[in-house]
């Protein structure tokens, strides 16, 4: 999930919602393609790319922190079984795509930021048979990020729930991360239209599925609960370490539907993500969650999340 944005070499503090941040551009990055680095002014894929076609394709996004991956082996699981449940067969090995990733980050000099990884199905005809496709392209990204300026950690989102509901399993698994975030972006742009920095999506039963980038968690007495991803929640890495932080706590975190009512008299409000990380939501649809400031349990989930991504990962300049 996650739709950061990014742009050139540094990156200033950016409110998404807002319409983008303020960039300053120092010097081109350098773009992975297809076994090649190229400056971002060369690195093109064709108009027959049926990624670009039809979105046939999957991606993740990662970050990096204090020179090291975070959870870089998950991403790399995911990516792999996005890729199995569509039939597409990516073209290098995992060894070799660690490679391709880590170097990428090298090219840019880059030791705290965000990768965008996508395989596409490659270049086929117009046809939409993608047998056409004779072989899968690799993209790689590295960047600086800040989805949301320091203060929004510190005051909390803004949310409402979209009419656009969450696609359902049977028609496109949330589970696959696919080129096709029309769905997502269907809903960001409701959130647009109401001023409202994220937007909840419900599932066809009318339970919160998640947000258009983010898993979602409410806090009710002390406990934590979450949409099961049967509910049509992505497996979201930064949801899992979610998980592990509360453990860690001694918090415990119950998977089960969640209605809008249950996000209206919540406590407290978080959503995570790999671009977001873990920040807190203070009005759902005009209602004031708790007392309308991040509550103890999140700011402490919060904090943890941020030293846990500076104790560990995958070296890149080792």
């Keep these: 999930m996650d739709e950061p944005q990014t742009r050139g070499a540094a990156v200033k503090p950016a409110d998404e919602s807002a319409g983008g941040g303020s960039v300053t551009q120092k010097k081109e990055l350098t ?116 989805l949301y300026p320091e203060e929004v950690y510190r005051n909390g989102l803004t949310i409402v729930t979209c009419a656009t509901r969450r696609t359902n399993a049977a028609a496109l698994n949330p589970a696959v991360k696919s080129l096709n975030y029309l769905n997502n972006v269907m809903a960001r742009i409701e959130a647009n239209l109401a001023g409202a920095d994220e937007a909840l999506m419900l599932n066809d039963a009318g339970n919160v599925a998640e947000c258009t980038a983010d898993n979602v968690f409410i806090i009710k007495k002390g406990q934590i609960f979450t949409p099961p991803i049967s509910a049509g929640a992505l497996r979201g890495i930064t949801r899992s370490v979610a998980f592990d932080i509360a453990a860690e706590l001694g918090i415990r975190i119950t998977e089960t539907d969640i209605t809008r009512h249950d996000v209206f008299v919540a406590d407290e409000c978080f959503l995570t993500g790999t671009a977001a990380e873990v920040i807190p939501v203070i009005k759902a649809d005009g209602r004031v969650i708790g007392t309308g400031k991040p509550g103890a349990i999140s700011t402490r989930m919060i904090a943890r999340f941020r030293e846990l991504v500076r104790e560990g990962g995958t070296p890149i300049y080792s």
Excluded at 72 to 91: F, G, N, Q, T, Y
Excluded at 128 to 136: E, G, I, S, V, Y
Aim: net charge negative.
């Design 31 to 146: 773009i992975y393609l297809d076994g090649e680095f190229l400056p971002e002014s060369e690195a093109k894929v064709s108009v027959f790319d049926h990624g670009l076609l039809y979105g046939d394709g999957i991606f993740e996004g990662i970050r990096f922190y204090n020179g090291r991956v975070f959870r870089l082996e998950e991403h790399l699981d995911r990516l792999w079984d996005s890729a199995r449940s569509i039939c597409l067969e990516i073209p290098v090995s995992r060894e070799e795509m660690t490679e391709a990733l880590l170097a990428t980050i090298r090219q840019n000099g880059l030791r705290d930021g965000y990768i965008r990884q996508i395989v596409t199905r490659g270049v086929g005809n117009l046809g939409l048979n993608p047998a056409q496709c004779k072989r899968p392209s690799i993209i790689i990204i590295a960047a600086t990020i800040a």
